[in-house]
């Protein structure tokens, strides 16, 4: 095949629509189709079976988040962050709550901050597993990891359920706080999943990890190098299987993180299998956290008592919280000018970042690992498309 | 009377049982009619009983591989009128219901003709296939010495079909799935050829009873000389089994269908009943490639020990055929699916040489079947290694550069 | 070899197929209809108004229209109009009232956020989620008589809390009583010391009461938020 084709950007497309090569084909993926995870479209330009060209198209689910947290007060907009990114509620809401408290400059009680980290981890494991079973249900497999996946995430949306009262619409941060104070049955609940979640990746990876099937599927597929990555502002997970050690968690120390003993998966390769298995190896590092974390509990407030609830009216200002989310770096820009509602609503979503490197890895690829290569970039349109 | 004669009496009777019912139904008939009737009371009995598999295999197919996944499956479906869920076994006709009462949606742009013709087709090349089949010892319906060559040429056919679907729809996802349909039957028409060539050769004949008969007997007394249990008939098991879920476009070989891509591939465009006989021809191929399969490699309707020969044949043969549909199942629950350029090169750069030193193995075995005494073992060993070193050294071949990693951590 | 981890993941399914017939960590299944899941107390779906008793629901309603929910509602869902005239509530003490309250639970979100602003307890989350409606519209909009569920029903569904929120009513309650006990005495002194000086106007009595079934009415206004800040 032609390797002007394979340069990003795709700037020669037509040129090599000669009697050798025959003509190209367009077909349109989505938005309705099986594997775009939700209304995403991909307007793919093939030769044969191997892609020239990828255009993609979002924006079907937008629903002016931004305007919208504009026109709401500071408290309004935290259910609202629930459905960013609707797999984990509990970052979005976490990464807000961290920018309304720096704007107001409003403390947190350790309790609530080790909480904070409790659900963050609780979440890391719900998208990663869901990310892994969608991966593979992309792949083909008729269900099987993803069911699996679907189990155990249903235990940890009824952890969320018994905390929060929602499964996954949590609402569950307050600026300076939590919501509601974790019983000790449910400590304790926590403490029997996250034991035994170990014993779940380790036959969720004997189905999977070591199938010649996906490696074969997945290895040296869709790479992205580490150079673009950086460029195209890509986080989370999909940095570090290029290898790029980048971790806010470590970075940023935010929070109670840097009391936590855990180590950061690299990938090197910055393919799909890199990206799949840096997040399996996350899972395993979140389990030590949250082990961590569960055991060094404190006693002690979960709410700043001092914090407003109604008529909250931060200082004029402006301030950007971010936390590590299970997609990449999850963060709010906010510009108060006093009064209840912010005058500047701005959210940084990972995965409509991380999109933007779509077409990048697909050239040159075929249909079916376009597929895949979509499905390792973790998207929720949800957050995509606001 | 003695337990033994009694069984062997009872076997015999239950053994030509279904031969029996049909003269008894035909026997009234004039003489030069009877053949007529007899085939055709032959044919409709056998799609009655595969049309019956038909429906409790995509039933035993969902609910399998809903355990497998940990969920019940399709269990809500009543028996109509006495409102009774009995597991949902009237599942399968709630389906047909379905299937029938739901709008036939032909596109504009199709071509009308291949369009209904290509469902058509694809069911009647399907039930071409597994008429040849022996399902017992009297139980052949089809009986001539080319079987073998029958059974795929008929086979191949289906494969045409599909590609007509694909066309005839006029649908960018259907025109793909076509030609990864073609492009699949040419690779694995030639390995599941080439691991039927050594049953062939060994039975002197390509008539299917002929090869059953040649599996027939007992070494050591108890190790059914079926041709799985040798080391180039387990070998061409292997190769055939796997041909086979690629030419059934089952998992981990169901490019045309792709789902995940190319949202049902050549399916796209059908609905209703045409999709149902889509399905219906799925399962047919499935069922004829599994009975296939027995009959040249598990020793067709024999019985696996002596002692149990009086269950008939019939019984034996369903038996095995369910085992393999069941191991369909677990495949497609388990693996997913290989991309188009790896199952090209997994038939051509691994099942075809396998397939081809295989016939050496066999012309060994067949050879050396004289060989008895230490020769036996020498026999096996050297049969063992002409199978398992070229399944190693090709096998690293084509795994080159996909492997587990590892990976390291930063600080 | 070639197809090992094939075989390992044909293991594994086989181990989910035997294990879901008899390890209920891997069959989680719950046939809905027949069988009912489980809620945690804390589950929330939807408000509903607390009245004080089953029998006059619209009678002892403890909202008393001041519409803070209505503002702070971030989809908008809830619509109140103040009632004209009073009415007595529970404790017989007159109220403004909702001359209608209603939730347009196509919109609501069930966010909870009217329930932790709500100064009167007035308002709290339901568990109900069998609420299909053949109609878009009207069936969707809930009135006050159909959000209107008494206090019981919210012991039912939420003890603890329940438990909470009326423990801290009846402190309020004393607390309010003690204080208009005072002010009445503090306003009889003050009277005594006005016919004694038989000019000076009576002092008014302190806004907390009106928190109170004993307080003396008037428009309500929200509780300080320092108060409320860290409940629930």
């Known amino acids: 095949m032609n390797p002007e084709l394979l340069t990003p950007g795709g700037a020669n497309v037509r040129a090599v629509h000669d009697a050798f090569h025959g003509d190209l084909l367009e077909v349109s993926m989505g938005p309705h189709h099986p594997s775009t995870h939700g209304v995403f479209r991909m307007i793919v330009t093939l030769d044969g079976e191997r892609i020239v060209k990828l255009k993609p198209v979002f924006g079907y689910l937008h629903r002016n988040h931004e305007k919208l947290g504009e026109t709401v007060s500071y408290l309004g907009s935290m259910p609202y962050t629930d459905r960013l990114d609707y797999l984990s509620a509990m970052t979005n809401n976490w990464a807000y709550a961290i920018a309304v408290e720096k704007l107001a400059g409003q403390p947190v009680p350790e309790r609530a901050e080790y909480v904070r980290v409790i659900l963050a981890e609780l979440t890391r494991l719900l998208n990663h597993t869901c990310l892994a079973g969608f991966l593979m249900q992309d792949c083909g497999c008729s269900g099987t990891p993803l069911m699996y996946a679907f189990r155990e995430r249903e235990k940890i949306l009824d952890l969320f359920e018994s905390l929060s009262g929602s499964r996954m619409m949590c609402n569950y941060q307050r600026f300076g706080g939590c919501r509601v104070d974790p019983t000790p049955a449910w400590v304790d609940a926590t403490r029997t999943l996250v034991g035994n979640y170990g014993a779940f990746l380790d036959e969720f990876e004997a189905l999977l990890t070591g199938n010649e099937i996906i490696m074969a599927r997945t290895q040296g597929v869709g790479v992205l190098s580490a150079a673009l990555a950086i460029n195209a502002g890509v986080t989370g997970p999909m940095l570090r299987a290029t290898g790029v050690a980048s971790d806010l968690r470590k970075s940023d120390a935010y929070g109670v993180y840097p009391r936590f003993q855990f180590r950061v998966p690299l990938g090197a390769h910055g393919d799909v299998y890199d990206r799949y298995m840096v997040r399996v190896l996350e899972m395993r590092e979140s389990i030590r956290i949250l082990e961590q974390a569960l055991a060094g509990l404190p006693g002690g407030p979960i709410m700043d008592p001092k914090a407003k609830l109604r008529g909250f009216r931060p200082k004029a200002g402006e301030a950007y919280g971010r936390i590590e989310g299970p997609k990449g770096e999850i963060g709010f820009y906010l510009v108060s000018d006093g009064g209840p509602n912010p005058l500047r609503y701005r959210v940084r979503p990972p995965s409509f970042i991380n999109l933007t490197v779509l077409e990048d890895m697909c050239l040159g690829q075929t249909v079916a690992d376009a597929v895949i290569i979509l499905g390792s970039v973790d998207i929720v349109l949800g957050e995509v498309d606001r | ?411 | ?232």
């Open chain 3, 1 to 232: 070899m070639l197809g090992s981890g094939l075989l390992q993941g044909l293991a594994v399914t086989a181990k989910n197929f035997v294990g879901s017939f008899h390890d209920p960590a891997r069959y989680t299944t719950v046939e809905y209809p027949e069988v009912k899941p489980a809620l945690p107390e804390a589950y929330r779906n939807f408000p509903f108004l607390v009245s004080e008793n089953a029998t006059d629901p619209m009678g002892t309603l403890r909202c008393v229209a001041c519409q803070i929910c209505e503002k702070e509602c971030p989809p908008q869902c809830i619509y109140i109009e103040k009632s004209k005239d009073k009415k007595p509530d529970a404790a017989g003490k007159p109220q403004i009232y909702p001359a209608i309250f209603a939730i347009d639970t196509s919109v609501c979100m069930s966010c909870q956020i009217c329930v932790e602003v709500c100064p009167f307890d007035a308002i709290k989350m339901d568990q109900v989620f069998e609420i299909a409606t053949t109609t878009r519209f009207e069936a969707l909009l809930l009135n006050r008589e159909q959000l209107a569920k008494p206090n019981s029903y919210y012991h039912g569904i939420h003890p603890t809390e329940a438990a909470e929120v009326d423990a801290r009513l009846a402190a309020d309650r004393k607390a309010a009583e003690e204080k208009a006990q005072a002010a009445a005495a503090a306003k009889a002194a003050a009277a005594a010391a006005a016919a004694a000086k038989a000019a000076s106007p009576a002092p008014k009595a302190p806004d907390e009461s009106r928190r109170s079934p004993q307080g003396e009415g008037g428009p309500p206004t929200p509780k300080p938020q320092s108060e409320r800040g860290a409940v629930s």
């Open chain 2, 1 to 411: 009377m003695n337990a033994a004669l009694l069984f062997a009496t009872t076997g015999s009777v239950l053994e030509t049982l279904p031969v029996t019912l049909r003269d008894l139904v035909t026997g009234w008939l004039p003489e030069p009619l009877r053949w007529l009737v007899n085939s055709l009371v032959g044919v409709g009995t056998l799609l009655a009983v595969i049309g019956l598999l038909f429906a409790y295999l995509t039933l035993a197919e969902r609910k399998i591989l809903g355990r497998i996944q940990n969920r019940p499956g399709p269990n809500r479906t009543p028996i109509p009128f006495i409102n009774l869920r009995f597991f949902g076994l009237a599942q399968p006709f709630a389906d047909g219901v379905k299937a029938i009462t739901k709008e036939d949606v032909v596109p504009d742009g199709a071509d009308k003709v291949l369009h209904f013709l290509a469902p058509v087709a694809l069911l009647a090349f399907s039930i071409m296939t597994l008429g040849v089949i022996p399902y017992g010892r009297h139980l052949v319906l089809l009986e001539f010495d080319a079987a073998v060559l029958y059974f795929f040429a008929a086979g191949a056919a289906t494969e045409l079909a599909v590609f007509m679907a694909g066309w005839a729809s006029r649908n960018k996802y259907s025109l793909l799935a076509a030609m990864r349909a073609l492009a699949q039957l040419i690779s694995y028409e030639l390995p599941l050829l080439l691991s039927v060539v050594p049953a062939v050769m060994l039975a002197g004949s390509l008539a299917l009873p002929a090869i059953v008969e040649a599996q027939g007997g007992w070494s050591y007394g108890f190790l059914p000389q079926w041709h799985v249990f040798t080391p180039w008939g387990f070998a061409g098991f292997i190769i055939f089994f796997i041909s086979a879920l690629a030419e059934s476009n089952r998992s981990p070989f169901d490019l045309p269908e792709a789902e995940s891509e190319l949202i049902a591939g050549h399916l796209t465009e059908y609905s209703g009943f045409k999709y149902a006989l889509f399905f219906m021809a799925e399962y047919f191929g499935m069922c004829a490639l599994s009975g296939m399969g027995v009959t040249l490699f598990l020793g067709g309707w024999q019985a696996p020990l002596p002692f149990l020969e009086f269950i008939p044949s019939y019984v034996w043969f369903g038996v095995k055929l369910l085992s393999l549909l069941l191991v369909f199942i677990w495949i497609r629950a388990t693996f997913p699916r290989l991309r188009m350029d790896q199952l090209t090169r997994f038939a051509w750069k691994f099942l075809v040489p396998l397939a081809l030193i295989n016939l050496g193995t066999a012309a060994f075995w067949s050879l050396t079947a004289g060989w008895s005494g230490p020769l036996q073992f020498v026999r096996w060993a050297v049969a063992l290694a002409l199978v398992l070193v070229p399944f190693t050294l090709l096998g690293r071949r084509l795994s080159a550069g996909v492997a587990p990693r590892t990976y390291r951590y930063a600080t």
